[in-house]
């Protein structure tokens, strides 16, 4: 296994809902994918809405998985490749922003949001809009503006090394 194949095994953030919302599918591969996996499916067309249901310690449907889960590849991964980070460097990038999602989550647990989305990366969306709002009219407590700076530098550091943002 090759070092590209090793860091995604290491990392998985844009499988588990961390670092994309969810994945379009062809129309011509809804049919087959809809017999793997979960999908959502509207007007005709469908998409796996992360986290995505197949991932456990990996894709346990790699060897058929959709074609974009085949084609993406977040910046961290191409730097990999073009050998502009380290193996080692990526996997310690990979962990910060796993130590910074268990963060925010447990401020989260603590306060009082009621968040439908099942998935951190929706979460965050919608927290980071909901709190700039109520920042713009002075009506956030500490543990507010707290959380929304750990959720602004989770931002930064996803358009930063993985070319992604909230
Ligand atoms: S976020 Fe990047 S490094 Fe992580 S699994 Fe996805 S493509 Fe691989
Ligand atoms: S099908 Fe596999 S590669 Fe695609 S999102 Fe799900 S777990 Fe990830």
């Known amino acids: 296994m090759n ?4 860091i995604c095994l290491a990392c998985g953030c844009c499988c588990d809902g961390t670092l994309i919302g969810f994945v379009q599918l062809d129309k011509e591969e809804l049919p087959v994918v809809r017999e793997l996996t979960d999908i959502e499916e509207a007007n005709g067309k469908g998409f796996i809405l992360q986290p995505c249901k197949s991932f456990c310690d990996g894709c346990t449907i790699y060897t058929k998985r959709p074609k974009q889960c085949g084609i993406f590849k977040c910046g961290l991964l191409k730097s990999v490749e073009q ?3 380290s193996f080692d460097s990526a996997v310690e990038i990979i962990d910060v922003l796993k130590q910074k999602r268990i963060g925010i989550e447990n401020k989260l647990a603590a306060l009082d949001f009621e968040l439908k989305s099942p998935s951190f990366y ?5 927290l980071k809009k909901l709190l700039q709002k109520n920042k713009i009219e002075s009506s956030l407590t500490q543990d507010h503006l707290e959380l929304l700076s750990d959720i602004e530098k989770l931002d930064g550091m996803m358009s930063q090394s993985f070319d992604l943002s909230l």
């Open 3 to 6: 070092d590209s194949e090793n």
């Open 83 to 85: 050998k502009e980070l």
């Open 122 to 126: 929706f979460k965050m969306v919608e």
